[in-house]
C-alpha cells in the first residue's frame, strides 16, 4: 500500500481493495481504519481496549515513535511486562524465554502509568533544549572557526606572495648588478679595442704612404736619396715590426670574450630549495564554554525493542 499523507483503510483494502479513507490509527494492530471499520474495532473483544488516535495526529508524530509496537517482535504478543534489568518490555513468553533469571520484572502498565504526567516530561523536553542550544552555539562557534580560517588564508597567502615579491625584486636588482657590470666591462673592451684598431690603422697607413713613395722613389731619387731613403725605410719598417712583436708580447692580440659566472649561492636554489614553505595546522584546545546540563538519572525506563 502507498505511502502518503492520504492513508487508506488497511482493513477494506486488504478485503476487496477498496481505498477507503482511514480516520484513525490503531496503534495495536499498527492498522488504519475508516470510520465504519473503526466502529467494529472499538466494538470487537479482542480489540475494544485498543489504542487508537486520528490520522492527523499519526501525520505529526517522529518516524522512529512509528515504529515502536506494543507487540514482541518475535512471540508477536503483547507486551505485558517491564524488565527493568534490561530495560526493556517483556511478552509472556519473553520471560520464559529470556528472561528467567531477572528479577526485576515489574507489570508494563504500571511503568506507563502517568508517564505523560511525571516529572520526566518536562526534564526531557528541557534536555532536548539544552542540547539545541548546545549544537547551535557550537555551529555559531564553528562558522567563526571559518571565518577565522579564510581570514589566516589571506594572510598566509599576502605573507607567501610578499615573500615572493621581494624575492622577485631582489632578484631584479642583483641582475641588473650583473647586467650592469656586463655592460660595463663590454664598453672598457670595446674603447680598448677601438683604440688598438684606430692605432694600427695609423701605423698600417703611414707603412701604405711609404709603399706608395717607394716606388717613385725607385724610378727618380738619386744614387744618395735612394741610399738614405733605404735606410728610412728600413728603420720604419724596423720600428713597425718591433711595434707589432710588442702588442703581441704583451697581450694586446690575446682574444677577450665576456664569459658569466651565476652565483653558487643563486645557483643552489635550483638544486636545495625543493618549496617555497610548509603549511601547518596549529591545534587549539575547544575554548567554547557550553551551559552545564543536568546530571543524568533513570527518571523513566527506556524501552528497548531490538
Known sequence: MA?????????????????????????????????????HHKKSRTSNDHKTMSTKDYHELPKFM???????????????????????????????????????????????KQVKSSASVPLFEKDLKDVKEHFDEIIKYLNSRMDSSNIHKQKATEKIRSMRKSIDDYLDKIEKDLLDDLESKRSKLKLKMNTLLQQLTQRSNEISQLQNEFSKMAQCATELQMYVGLREIEKTTSQAVKYIEDLKSG??????NLKVTVSSELQSILNDVKSFGDININTTPFTLQLKAGRKRSSTVPVSNYS
Open 3 to 39: 505511502s502518503s499523507d492520504k492513508k487508506i483503510c488497511t482493513l477494506c483494502y486488504d478485503d476487496d481493495g477498496t481505498s477507503t479513507e482511514a480516520v484513525t490509527w490503531c496503534i495495536e494492530c499498527k492498522v488504519f481504519l475508516c470510520t465504519d471499520c473503526g466502529k
Open 66 to 112: 512509528l515504529e515502536i509496537s506494543g507487540h514482541c517482535r518475535d512471540h508477536k504478543k503483547k507486551f505485558e511486562l517491564y524488565c527493568s534489568s534490561h530495560a526493556c518490555p517483556c511478552c509472556v513468553q519473553c520471560v520464559t524465554h529470556k528472561h528467567q533469571k531477572c528479577q526485576e520484572m515489574q507489570q508494563l502498565l504500571d511503568i506507563l
Open 251 to 256: 697581450g694586446q692580440f690575446d682574444e677577450n
